[in-house]
């Protein structure tokens, strides 16, 4: 994350592609919160999130126990007009179970 930084605080471009990887990342590190802000972070800049991104964030929540962020991620691809996929769903899904909200899943 303190690579990312530094590219958002100097003159290099912050894509989708540099964004996702800092979101894996956050997913890889159990970083759920800094996903987030991430994600939240992209659609403020005008950065345009995809099922890539959106899959790693609902992941790091998932992997959290945070299921009703991975929930409210699956609303927010839905507005955005972002394509789930099986493993975005799969994520959601699994986040749902893990806290015993079978009827979310």
């Known amino acids: 994350?303190?690579?990312?930084?530094i590219m958002a605080q100097?003159?290099?471009e912050c894509?989708?592609?540099?964004c996702g990887a800092a979101i894996s990342?956050?997913?890889?590190?159990?970083n759920w919160k800094e996903a987030l802000q991430l994600v939240s972070g992209m659609s403020q800049s005008k950065v345009e999130s995809d099922?890539?991104?959106f899959s790693a964030a609902v992941s790091a929540c998932e992997k959290?126990?945070?299921w009703e962020q991975a929930w409210h991620l699956l609303l927010?691809?839905?507005e955005s007009k972002v394509r789930s996929n099986t493993i975005t769903f799969s994520a959601a899904i699994s986040a749902c179970q893990k806290q015993g909200?079978?009827?979310k899943a």
């Open 1 to 5: 994350l303190r690579l990312f930084n």
């Open 64 to 66: 959290a126990g945070q």
């Open 51 to 53: 099922t890539i991104t």
């Open 10 to 12: 100097s003159s290099l």
């Open 76 to 78: 927010v691809m839905a």
């Open 25 to 30: 990342a956050c997913e890889k590190g159990g």
């Open 15 to 18: 894509n989708k592609f540099a």
């Open 101 to 103: 909200k079978w009827e």
